[in-house]
């Protein structure tokens, strides 16, 4: 059974810093790519950043470049979300979700997704 538990989420002043961990367990970890979306209230959810299956690609959404770094460490299963410069407006519930194969930022490409970590930037 393929489980993706995210942790780290909390709430934090503007202009801090979080680091996100998503953790997969029932799969070949080292072949999937992975993805971070969320949601805020009565928004659809969106595309963050997604890596590669080796860790050698990343792409970002424009909100998050500069912001935000993607990495992985396939030794323990997990990709890690680390985020700077919060800003009231990252304030949402972050998924990670996974895909078997090459890395994108299609959120209807990724089939296994996590729970989700609520994230609060206050101002």
């Known amino acids: 059974q393929v489980q993706l538990v995210e942790s780290g989420g909390g709430l934090v002043q503007a202009g801090g810093s979080l680091r996100l961990s998503c953790a997969a367990s029932?799969?070949?970890?080292?072949?999937?790519?992975v993805g971070w979306f969320r949601q805020s209230p009565g928004k659809e959810r969106e595309f963050v950043a997604s890596?590669?299956?080796?860790?050698?690609?990343?792409y970002y959404a424009d909100s998050v470049k500069g912001r935000f770094t993607l990495s992985r460490d396939n030794a323990k299963n997990t990709v890690y979300l680390q985020m700077n410069s919060l800003k009231p407006e990252d304030t949402a519930i972050y998924y990670c979700?996974?895909?078997?194969?090459?890395?994108?930022?299609?959120?209807?490409?990724?089939?296994?997704w996590g729970q989700g970590t609520q994230v609060t930037v206050s101002s």
């Open positions: 979700a996974s895909r078997y194969g090459v890395v994108t930022w299609v959120q209807a490409d990724f089939f296994y």
């Open positions: 890596i590669s299956s080796n860790g050698g690609r990343t």
């Open positions: 029932g799969l070949t970890f080292s072949s999937y790519a």
